[in-house]
């Protein structure tokens, strides 16, 4: 039996309604980004093309949950209680995009990757997506960090950014934070201008591996400041208003030669106004049950999505569908994965996290 003090450390503290809703949408953005892409490769004749920065969204609204969970509790959870509780959170779901990763990968209908790589390579794959240890060894999936589940690499940098937290981020006083966000800031600017068209939409890959740090060393301590300083911006927006403001975000026209500007203001300014808008705003009580939907189904969203998407691809190189068929493919897959994400949360998801808290942390 715990104590009833260990019982507080490891109870969870309210949610922000609107923000878990607000993750849910940009969740569904990049779903329908990462099918975009493949379908408009040319960014300026695509109205989504800024939806990779969707990403950059999740890391300050981490770093502002993280805070606002954590800032208090953190000196009295200890180190490998933290740990664990970030794992069982996350972990589960990584592992169950590996497997489907990997399903995908051997039963592709369009490809036969399984003749090129073998067992060997195909099993160190899945073992470097399920323990997140970057393999960017497929040329054919463009040398992404994790080649079964791509999104995975974001997470590579939560984990990190989660680590540097519990180990020196809650105990940084304002300013010295306020320094590391510039010095994050700065390292996004320089991105946005070395590189071509002023894309930030690196971290993916073994050749822009170094641009992820550089988006959640600024968003995620972004994030934390907003909770610091509580800039908590009240409003009556309710998360319709909320919601098409973020939506504005990735909608913006993409322009190569301006890219290097707007991109910027949108991950430095935007979106920290946007998670102090969020955190404010008055919940309508007939949202409060689609909030928590879309909350809950997010992270399901994003971690499971990716291995059909790869199939995906290979289904437009090896086809060449017409364009009209891919406005009819793309929304119906879409919303077969959102049901997808939702049965495995269900089923899958929730009954696992709640047996590994049962067994690791009670």
Known sequence: MITVEKTNLLATKQHFEILDGLRGVAAIIVVIYHFMEIA????????????????DFFFCLSGFVIAYAYDNRAPHIGLFQFFKLRLIRLHPLVVIGSVLGLLTFLFDPFSDFYSIYGFGKTA??????????????????????????APAWSLFWEYIANIFYIIILYKLNKKVLVALALVGAAWLVYIGVKVPNGNLGGGWGGQNFWDGGARVLYSFSAGMLVYRFNWIIKNKLGFLGVSVLLLA??????????NWITEPIIVLFYFPFLVALGAGAALNPSSKNICKLSGEISYPLYMTHYPFVWVFLTYVAVVKPAMSTLWVVIPVSVLILIVLSYLIMRFIDIPLRKYLKTKFLI
């Open 40 to 55: 408009i490769t040319d960014y300026n004749k695509n109205f989504l093309s800024h939806g990779f920065l969707a990403v």
């Open 249 to 258: 975000a990735f909608l913006f026209p993409y322009a190569d030669r301006y």
């Open 124 to 149: 160190l794959l899945f073992l470097a997506s399920a323990f997140l240890i970057p393999y960017p060894v497929m040329p054919e999936r463009y040398t992404n960090l994790f080649c079964l589940n």
